[in-house]
RNA sequence: CGGGUCAGACAGACGAUCGCCCCGCGCAAGCGUGGGAGGAAAGUCCGAACACCGUUCCUUGGAGCAAUCCUUGGUUCAUGGAGAGCCGUUAACGACGGCCAGGGUAUACCGAGAUCGUUAGGCCACGCGAGACGUAAAUCCUCAUUUCGACCUGUUUCAACCGCAAGGCUGAAACCGCCGUUCACUCGGCACCGGUCCCAAUGACAUUUACAUCCCGCGCCCCACCUUCGCUCGCAAGCCUAGGGAAAGUGCCACAGAGACAAUACUAAUCUUCGAAGCGCAAGCCUCGUUGAUGAAAAGUGAAAAGUGAUGCGGUGUGGGUCCCGUCGCAAGACGCCGAUCUGCUACACAUCUCCGCCAGCGGCAACGCUGGUGCGCGGCAAACCCUCUCCGGUGCAAGAGCAAGUCUUCAACUUCGGUUGAAGGAUGGUCGCUCGCCAGAGCGUGUCAGCAAUGACCCGCCCAGAUAGAUGAUCGCCGCUCCUCCGUUUCGCUUCUUGAGACUCCGGUCUCUCGACGCUUCAACGCUGGAGAACAAAAUUCGGCUUAUCGUCUGGUCCGAACA
RNA sequence: GGGUGCGUGGUGUAGCCCGGUUAACACGUCUCCCUGUCACGGAGAAGACCGAGGGUUCGAAUCCCUUCGCACCCG
């Protein structure tokens, strides 16, 4: 693991930088960034659970990526919240392009993040990501949403 | 040796470099012979530990004048949910072990049975069919031989000559007879080679018939068996069972069937009331409709059809047949019925066997089993509603506890009167941070003892993950496993050549064994080159079960196949 | 950590609660007709053992249990 004080830990960050920070796209990973002003900068690395059902490839994909990231760290200039998300390439990928892929996006990352956004922030998808887009906008909470009539209601009572 | 199946165990090893989490030491930097995912960690189908929060009724102790509050230990919740053969194991369970009952398969052992039999045999006896062999007779199909007779006379090749050619002619030879004759194989005769046909005889074979023997098959009978085998039934391993109650009630039971559980509504049948039509001289008969009664036996339907079922005897009632008798009628015949006789069904009673329930006795801890008595005796479904008995309060480690900052209140000090600082508080708490809960446990391993077993007790030894966006990764080395592949060695087999020995011989050789050489090659072992593969899947409070996923390796049991003994 | 729903022809749904011939409907597919041709239209046909495995019952898509897969909700 990255030492404590690097560590993205809250839910509520990663929510905020799923909606408000910059994607960058590399073969292998997405890396999203947010200039927060937290010093030093707060890394995290994402698997969906969605789209990897194990929880070994999970867990594979976070190792990799993480370990393909630490020598950069020392390099990553203070100021900055920033998450990697995993895509199923890396669990066949050789280590040392993956290492090279984050390091190319890395080095773009400032640069990237001066252009103004360009394009709006995508509406969430999972109602996890619901609640947080709401928080982040500073808009109303999602109602829960109407589970499964039964069958036969007047049974069901 | 290979394969299937069941049970159990394992889930590659070692090392290097860069890194991660925990633990220990250290003020710290850091250091270290330290530790670091599973059998399912998974699914969440059950059960518990642990923690807090209620509710009913009591209870222990304390504070207070009291109301009341705090506290200790028990108890209760029932509109609801769960469970259901018995005993045991366990912290507990729907798990596990043993047993009981029921279902059900193979069909071993044992027992029994007979409207059973394409078994085999014994005993007695017969017929039919086929076959073999033998004897006798007959027949003609076939073949062979012999004999009699009839019919058949040229064909082919070569050579010479003539012709333009087609062809002619002559001769020779072969098939081939001879004599005479003719222009001429033209004719005649003889003989009969040859061919064809026919008749007869003989023989062989065959066929048919008769007889005898043997054997086989089939059928029938005697049959009374006996033995054996099969068959059926009982008992019955493994296996399966959510396995209380259908004599508490409600509901459902499609189609079919009169009827699916208070249904005799309809229908058939019998008797009967009334009416109508027809037949008959009449008595009366018959048909249709209708009133009421009896009424489910048989048959049929269906998964399932009532007085538990079956048998025997007695017996009541009733139906039918025959005889006799009576009435009507000329007769044929019709009707009635005392009696006699035969017969069908049967209320009821008795006896025996049997199912079920209940009671008693005996055995068993019990489920239950056995025996006896008795008769409150109406199908199925409760994984339909339900009834009986038993158990269950709820929420879940984001449970919950603490620390600190913060807020509030009080007090003190200072003050520029705005406040600041400090202390105290059994006050407050959906942010954030930290600690505990949280890893020494229903723990693991060896052994002994108890028990049929599940399991328990004891001794000794061991420490073996505790993260919190969540620790095992990356780059390699080497060895091992499985599969494929290159090459080599050994072994086995084969071809060719060869050494020696033996046997046979038609003297040419052939066969068997054996030493060796070259070559080819299946399988196996070993070495070796290169390549591929190595599953299912990762803790999140912790355990016990269940279920599901899983490349392979090993061990044991069992079954099948092949080879050898 | 708790909880809910759904698996039925190629596709989307009925039927299930309250068991009963041969599982219904629409679209799609195929064949024929119509048209000069296509479409539309008309006539007809094929296509399912109800996710899997057990059990209860005379009888199961339906009731019960186990299991697999999918979708979803709350914290």
């Given at each position: 693991m990255l030492p404590k004080p690097h560590r993205l830990r809250h839910e509520r960050d990663f929510a905020k930088l799923s909606v408000k920070g910059r994607p960058m796209y590399g073969p292998f990973c997405v890396l999203r960034a947010w200039k927060?002003?937290?010093?030093p900068s707060k890394i995290g690395f994402v698997a969906s659970g969605k789209m990897f059902k194990k929880a070994v490839t999970r867990n594979l994909i976070r190792r990799r990526m993480r370990e393909a990231f630490r020598p950069f760290l020392p390099t990553v200039p203070p100021g900055y919240d920033l998450i990697f998300v995993g895509r199923p390439e890396v669990i066949t990928s050789d280590f040392v392009a993956l290492r090279e892929s984050i390091g190319h996006l890395l080095e773009k990352m400032p640069k990237e993040l001066e252009r103004p956004m360009t394009r709006p922030p995508k509406s969430p998808r999972s109602r996890r990501g619901e609640i947080a887009y709401a928080k982040a906008t500073g808009t109303e909470r999602p109602t829960k949403r109407t589970p499964l009539e039964p069958r036969y209601p007047e049974q069901a009572k």
């Open positions: 927060s002003g937290s010093t």
